[in-house]
């Protein structure tokens, strides 16, 4: 349960990033929600769409992490990897539709990350691309 929760908010990020975000700019400019949003966007990134994907990713990295560190506990983490897989409803074809999936997963946050580079118009460090 806590892990469909966490992929939930993931998921719930994603659409933030790549559709709500600039929805919720441009129509509730100057509420109390439009201050609190840009102070939160600059303290953690810094009003940057890539940089705010990199923050999803790492807290991808986070979740490998504590998965590696439950294990190494003696955590049972089999129930759990058991009930994600039983979303797939046939047995014979579990395997190929979780690596499709995650081969999907990849290639879509890929096109984000190009499409996000594509809006950036000066290297970190300042000066002409």
Partial sequence: MILMVVI????????????AREWLDSHLQGTAYANWHEQVEDKLWEKSRTILVGRAYQIGGVIVALN????QAGFDVTPILTEIANLVPSEKYRGLILALIVAAWSMLTGYAIVWLRKG???PVGGGDV
Wanted: glycine share 0%.
């Fill in 8 to 19: 939930a908010l993931i998921l719930l990020l994603w659409f933030y990033i790549l559709f």
């Fill in 68 to 71: 590696a560190v439950a294990v």
């Fill in 120 to 122: 950036t118009t000066t």
